[in-house]
């Protein structure tokens, strides 16, 4: 867990931006495709200059997600990756798997009412329009999803 500061108190929004960034790039995941970026691709500074980082609640919950999406891939670098941390007693615990793979959150919500918040959102693939993602031990995993065939390539 990562200390925010100020106890049990209110923290602010750029404090918990701040605190979950730093945690971010000190993941497993980040920092594997950190070493990609710059061993072979000869990349220069972070692999992700400006991860975005939303502060989002479903009025019980406050989670912290930050996401980082770069390159293009097909013979180029590509990367991308999601942390999603929740404000614990003034503490930022990671609750998605230090390696999770990218997903652009757009809610967070208790769909089922057992006290564990749910993400809604879009991943990176070219098939899925929007999925809801469920936490358990090891991460979100995609538990409903609205896709459509995809047959080609990427490229």
């Given at each position: 867990a990562v200390g925010l500061?100020?106890?049990?108190?209110?923290?602010s929004a750029a404090a918990s931006e701040a605190a979950a960034l730093a945690a971010f790039r000190k993941l497993?995941?980040?920092?594997?495709?950190?070493?990609?970026?710059?061993?072979?691709?000869d990349g220069k500074g972070a692999w992700s200059a400006q991860p975005k980082v939303q502060v989002m609640t479903d009025g019980t919950h406050r989670l912290v997600v930050v996401s980082a999406k770069e390159g293009t891939g097909?013979?180029?670098?590509?990367?991308?990756?999601t942390a999603v941390f929740e404000e614990v007693r003034g503490k930022l615990e990671l609750r998605s798997s230090d390696n999770q793979a990218y997903l652009a959150v757009q809610l967070v919500?208790?769909?089922?009412?057992?006290?564990?918040?749910?993400?809604?959102?879009?991943?990176?693939?070219?098939?899925?329009?929007s999925t809801v993602m469920k936490r358990d031990a090891s991460g979100y995993s995609s538990v409903r999803s609205l896709s459509f065939p995809f047959n080609d390539c990427g490229c």
């Open positions: 500061g100020g106890g049990d108190a209110e923290v497993p995941g980040y920092l594997a495709i950190q070493r990609e970026y710059a061993g072979t691709y097909c013979a180029e670098f590509y990367g991308a990756l919500v208790d769909l089922e009412g057992d006290g564990v918040a749910e993400l809604v959102g879009t991943p990176d693939d070219f098939s899925t329009l």
